[in-house]
């Protein structure tokens, strides 16, 4: 079992939808979660650090469950520019762990 | 304006070739990382240095390894390469908990 496991995906949503990304992980003793942003043949770039009380950041909300080890995010009113690769990333003390990634593709 | 950097960007090589890939960043940072990125895995950590002198192993170490000699620097090495690491090849730094990318390497191994 992968540490870090998400929605296989792809996701093809049209502009404005709400579309939802998940993330389980299987170390309780994780200490800090990220979601990156990354486009075709290009590196990963933070989006946003994800907190136990949930955090907003314009369209972008995540939400983290440590008592069921879960990790989502939400992105509402979908633009073209959201199409890329998110990847939910779990960091246990000295060990980043990225998972598989979710492939979406917002099309007009 | 400070960054991170990579190259080659590309590379093809062959089976036992020893390879060196470098990463260069100008933010100072202590911490510095390479990954790997291949189809249905994201990206799996293959060492990582909290310092100069500092590296330690990741997930999938096997087959490489690196050096810091000073804090710019982390050049990694595949000492004798395979066709299981062809892959794209990503350095990072880091100040703390949010990483940096370089541009990644493309990396065939005939």
């Known amino acids: 079992r992968k540490e870090v496991e998400q929605d296989p995906g792809p996701f093809n949503v049209p502009e404005g939808a709400t579309v939802a990304f998940n993330c389980t992980y299987s170390?309780?003793?994780?200490?800090?979660f990220f979601w990156y942003r990354q486009d075709c043949r290009k590196e990963p770039k933070l989006l946003m650090s994800?907190?136990?009380s949930g955090n907003e950041d314009g369209r972008f909300t995540a939400q983290l469950n440590r008592a069921s080890q879960y990790i989502s995010l939400l992105i509402r009113d979908s633009k073209l520019s959201d199409s890329a690769t998110y990847h939910c990333?779990?960091?246990?003390?000295?060990?980043?762990?990225f998972g598989a990634g979710t492939r979406l593709t917002v099309k007009p | 304006d400070a960054e991170i950097t990579q190259s080659p960007r590309h590379k093809i090589t062959e089976t036992g070739r020893q390879v060196t890939l470098a990463c260069h960043q100008t933010?100072?940072?202590?911490?510095m990382f390479w990954y790997r990125q291949d189809l249905g895995h994201g990206l799996r950590l293959i060492h990582y240095?909290?310092?100069?002198?500092?590296?330690n192993k990741g997930e999938v170490s096997d087959g490489y390894s690196v050096s810091r000699s000073n804090t710019e620097d982390l050049p990694l090495t595949l000492e004798s390469a395979a066709s299981s690491q062809t892959s794209v090849y990503f350095c990072a730094s880091s100040p703390g908990n949010e990483q940096f990318f370089g541009p990644g390497t493309r990396l065939t191994v005939l």
């Open positions: 994800v907190y136990s």
């Open positions: 990333v779990v960091n246990t003390l000295d060990d980043m762990r």
């Open positions: 933010w100072n940072h202590n911490n």
């Open positions: 170390n309780s003793a994780s200490q800090s």
């Open positions: 240095s909290y310092g100069v002198q500092d590296t």
